[in-house]
């Protein structure tokens, strides 16, 4: 349910109905929770799932050792600027630390000043853009 508040945005999956989105992304997210190299991080309060980070951690060429990326990270509309959004980081950080990553990365939309000033407080760099080519049916995004 969080995954569908997150994704419902226009360029994401465009899957407006909640349970049709559930049901048809039920499989990814289990093979998502199974992928060893897949770290999932759950927020919740007693009541309610508030958010969550998805990252993956794997080796990279590029940096001649292991990386963890950010794939997702969502909190709910009532749940922001609380220091939830702050914790899944620091956390996915040390997880990855331990797994032996040399570093954590992620992409952003860079024209949210927000999002980059968040990011920015935690540390993070600007390094490059990240360029898509979506591969099979046009119409899934």
């Given at each position: 349910g969080l995954a569908h508040e997150f994704l419902r945005k226009p360029i994401h999956v465009g899957i407006?109905?909640?349970a049709e989105f559930v049901r048809q992304t039920l499989e990814i997210g289990i093979d998502l929770i199974r992928d060893p190299n897949t770290v999932l991080l759950l927020?919740?309060?007693?009541?309610?799932f508030i958010g969550y980070l998805a990252a993956n951690i794997h080796p990279a060429l590029h940096i001649?050792?292991?990386e963890c990326m950010i794939r997702e990270l969502y909190i709910r509309e009532g749940s922001r600027r609380k220091g939830v959004a702050s914790a899944?980081?620091?956390?996915i950080e040390r997880v990855a630390s331990e797994r032996g990553s040399k570093r954590v990365s992620l992409a952003t939309?860079?024209?949210d000043e927000?999002?980059?000033s968040?990011?920015?407080s935690l540390g993070y760099t600007r390094r490059c853009d990240f360029d898509v080519k979506y591969l099979g049916d046009k119409n899934a995004r």
């Open positions: 407006e109905n909640r927020a919740k309060t007693r009541e309610e001649n050792g292991k899944l980081v620091r956390t939309n860079m024209n927000i999002q980059n968040f990011y920015s």
